[in-house]
């Protein structure tokens, strides 16, 4: 145990660390906002142009501060690093003007002190799909898919198609179809166990959301069409994105073992990547290179039940 003199050491340091941090992080706000405030113009935020008279460049605190809609010294002392009260609906009005980007506001809200906000999708990212089809592509020959954040499919490579049954005909929710696709629920072998990971990760996903419509529409959907779901849903498990192992029997290679890794890109947040990899030492990698040769083509023209 430690001694009166050990414990009073402890907290001092732990105090003098938290000072520390905290005149680090307002340092970093200072001179964050200086930043972003020198690149926004007169023009850009729908100010006069001074009548040509010169001027530094972006906009003066004053102006950032009339345009947000908060006092002139209260912003002067945020942009200064002083240690004052902020709410994040004054921090939203000081991005709107300062033109901050999802990822900058939710900075500023970090180095202001304040829980940030959810990630959104900037526009400029937003064509980022073309990559990720040849990302699951060069994953062949194992499957790969990917979802958006309700867990509907958004594309898939041919060994998704091949293993897991994916296929235009069926509901393209994974949610919705791991409970309902007669074709992969007969080439699962251990379905029970792995349908209660499944729907504990879903209920994952939806915390991260918890007034979204979207969310509350596949469950609807789900409870409406599979008691299974109902059942498991009502237990309210919750289990993080990750990795889940999954024994399949396919009907024409026979076992497949296959360990599957949900990834998520920061920049699309909305999107959710889902990678196959084979198991060792279960000969699944041979099997998967062989489904996607010539050959295993050809037999897959002809479909064997489940």
Known sequence: MASPAQHDSAVRDSTARATDDKAHRLAEL???LRSRRARVSPADAGLPDGGGRRRTPGLRREE??????VGVSWYQWLEQGRDITVSPQVLDSVARV???????????????????PALEVDPAHRDM??????LIDAWMPFPAHIMDR?????LYNDAASAV?????????????????????????????????????????????????????AVVDEARELSDEFSALWDRRDVTPGGQVRKELTHPLVGTLCVESTQLRVPARPDLVIVLHTPLPDTGTEAKLQWLASPEGRRGSMYPVPG
């Open 30 to 32: 200072r001179e964050f």
């Open 64 to 69: 950032v501060a009339v345009l947000a809609g």
């Open 98 to 116: 300062l033109r901050l980007t999802s990822a900058e506001r939710r900075h500023l809200y970090v180095l202001a002190g304040l829980n940030p």
């Open 129 to 134: 799909c073309e990559g990720l089809t040849r």
């Open 150 to 154: 309700y867990w509907n499919t958004v």
């Open 164 to 216: 897991l049954g994916m296929r235009p005909g069926i509901v393209q929710n994974c949610m919705i179809a791991f409970f309902t696709d007669p074709v992969y629920r007969a080439r699962s072998k251990h379905w029970e166990t792995i349908a209660s990971q499944v729907v504990a990760q879903y209920r994952a996903a939806c915390s991260d959301h918890p007034d979204d419509e979207g969310f509350r």
